[in-house]
């Protein structure tokens, strides 16, 4: 089983749609959680921490469920600028010093 | 204020070959690392260094060396590429490291090992 699994996608949405990620995690001693986002052909990008309670920042809401040890991130109103790949990060088994990043989810938000 | 450098933003090798990949950051950050990233996959930590004088091996060390030649710098060395190496290397950094802090990625470095 993958450390951090995601649905690669794509999801394709018009503009000002509501989309809803998913992400899951194996290590239930994992404390971080975090969403980033890559634009095409360059480098990913903290987009907001993950919170036990949630949080939200704007049009972006995360969420944690650590009983089923998944992550959702939700984008509200979506904009043409919302189009990029989003990356479920969480730190490693390996080390608490280390993130695991997910392959990433592929968003386009059509016009 | 660049953030975070990488130098060269592409290259060709050919197997056998040896290189260098260089980062440097300006914000004064502690903790740097190099990921790699192939189709499909996630970032991969390749080695990390949370300090000065210190460096740690990731989940994929294998077939590379690196130096962290002082606070802002730190390098990836391939010392004979092989066409498994070819993918995108993302240079990072953060103030203290994981697992709370934000980590700043460079543009990367796209390599093909022919």
């Known amino acids: 089983r993958k450390e951090v699994e995601q649905d690669p996608g794509p999801f394709n949405v018009p503009e000002g749609a509501t989309v809803a990620f998913n992400c899951t995690y194996s290590?239930?001693?994992?404390?971080?959680f975090f969403w980033y986002r890559q634009d095409c052909r360059k480098e990913p990008k903290l987009l907001m921490s993950?919170?036990?309670s949630g949080n939200e920042d704007g049009r972006f809401t995360a969420q944690l469920n650590r009983a089923s040890q998944y992550i959702s991130l939700l984008i509200r109103d979506s904009k043409l600028s919302d189009s990029a790949t989003y990356l479920c990060?969480?730190?490693?088994?390996?080390?608490?010093?280390?993130?695991?990043f997910g392959s990433g989810t592929q968003l386009t938000v059509l016009p | 204020n660049a953030g975070v450098t990488q130098t060269p933003k592409f290259q060709v090798l050919k197997t056998g070959q040896s290189m260098t990949l260089q980062c440097a950051q300006d914000?004064?950050?502690?903790?740097m690392y190099w990921y790699r990233q192939d189709p499909g996959m996630g970032l991969r930590l390749i080695y990390y260094s949370a300090s000065e004088g210190t460096t740690d091996k990731g989940e994929v060390p294998n077939g590379y060396n690196v130096s962290r030649l002082n606070k802002r710098e730190f390098s990836l060395r391939l010392e004979s590429a092989a066409p498994s190496q070819t993918s995108v290397y993302f240079c990072a950094s953060s103030e203290v490291g994981p697992p709370t802090d934000t980590q700043y990625f460079g543009p990367g470095t796209r390599l093909t090992v022919l």
């Open positions: 290590n239930s001693a994992s404390q971080s």
């Open positions: 914000m004064n950050h502690n903790s």
């Open positions: 990060v969480v730190n490693s088994p390996r080390s608490a010093r280390q993130l695991t």
């Open positions: 993950v919170y036990s």
